[in-house]
Antibody, heavy 121, light 107 residues
Framework: EVQLVVSGGGLVQPGGSLRLSCAAS???????MSWVRQAPGKGLEWVSA????????YYADSVKGRFTISRDNSKNTLYVQMNSLRAEDTAVYYC???????????????WGQGTMVTVSS | DIQMTQSPSSLSASVGDRVTITCRAS??????LNWYQQKPGKAPKLLIY???SLQSGVPSRFSGSGSGTDFTLTISSLQPEDFATYYC?????????FGQGTKVEIK
């Protein structure tokens, strides 16, 4: 079964850190991967992407310098390290396969179930 | 950043209705436009990629069209399971951006 399983969410204080993981199975984990978030009651916001090799990374301005995306292809796992968290980072975080325009025109075709990150004191 | 604007923000429709949602990009994006469906508490699901290509497993009542700056998602005959929120998204450049969403509700 093709799936992405996200873990690592929770409650963190402003200024704190959290690392999310996204475990892939059922497909070849060599594609671009992304993180997309959704604040409560709001729309979707792309956060970050990484190439299949991990050699290229991309970030939204809202998280640049605070979040770091990475991957371990030997473990079929995607990560995002989130530092200096702010209240406005509160959201459900999804991982998704996609970003590179060479595959499905860059669409996100497989999504994890999401994990809630709450930044509050 | 490329701004994506959907209209309407919400609509009420009946089962069997033909529904059209539009998405406009703030600059030309060729056909790098994708459509997603999201139901409450669930992850988004890809419906259409490259403006008009139907994702595998998606019913043929869904279709997409457009290029440049103006795009359309059409549901030819609305089914009960289609009541959801729909998002467009551009994959032309970074940052990837989404429309604000269109909520399709039961009339």
């Amino acid at each position: 079964e093709v799936q992405l399983v996200v873990s690592g969410g929770g409650l963190v204080q402003p200024g704190g850190s959290l690392r999310l993981s996204c475990a892939a199975s059922g497909f070849t984990f060599s594609s671009y991967m992304s993180w997309v978030r959704q604040a409560p009651g709001k729309g979707l916001e792309w956060v970050s992407a990484i190439s299949g090799s991990g050699g290229s990374t991309y970030y939204a301005d809202s998280v640049k310098g605070r979040f770091t995306i990475s991957r371990d292809n030997s473990k079929n796992t995607l990560y995002v390290q989130m530092n200096s968290l702010r209240a406005e980072d509160t959201a459900v975080y999804y991982c998704a396969r996609g970003y590179g325009s060479g595959t499905l025109s860059g669409a996100f075709d497989i999504w994890g179930q999401g994990t809630m990150v709450t930044v509050s004191s | 950043d490329i701004q994506m604007t959907q209209s309407p923000s919400s609509l009420s429709a009946s089962v069997g209705d033909r529904v059209t949602i539009t998405c406009r990009a703030s600059q030309t994006i060729s056909t790098y436009l994708n459509w997603y469906q999201q139901k409450p508490g669930k992850a988004p699901k890809l419906l259409i990629y490259a403006a008009s290509s139907l994702q595998s497993g998606v019913p043929s009542r869904f279709s997409g069209s457009g290029s440049g700056t103006d795009f359309t998602l059409t549901i030819s005959s609305l089914q009960p399971e289609d009541f959801a929120t729909y998002y467009c998204q551009q994959s032309y450049n970074t940052p990837r951006t989404f429309g604000q969403g269109t909520k399709v509700e039961i009339k």
